[in-house]
């Protein structure tokens, strides 16, 4: 969990951004709009980062809890 989003809401919000993108990727596709698809690929970007940070932060969750099991 993030502040008050679980991972899955997280992943969910990045799957629907990335689905924005495509669909505006594809509508501005030969319009020759630089700024629109700099921001489009820097929200596809973001997607990325959002992908793998709840990635290493599950894998971070099962090693603190097996460590945690481990003290006990």
């Known amino acids: 969990m993030?502040?008050?989003m679980s991972?899955?809401?997280i992943l969910s919000?990045?799957?629907?951004?990335?689905?924005c993108c495509q669909v505006i990727s594809n509508l501005i596709k030969n319009k020759n709009i630089p700024d629109l698809e700099d921001f489009v690929a820097s929200v596809d970007t973001y997607t990325k980062y959002l992908d793998n940070t709840i990635e290493l932060m599950v894998s971070a969750d099962k090693a603190l809890k097996g460590l945690v099991e481990s003290k006990k």
Do not use: H, L, P, T
Request: proline share 0%.
């Open 13 to 19: 919000a990045s799957q629907d951004m990335k689905n």
């Open 2 to 4: 993030i502040n008050e």
């Open 7 to 9: 991972y899955e809401e």
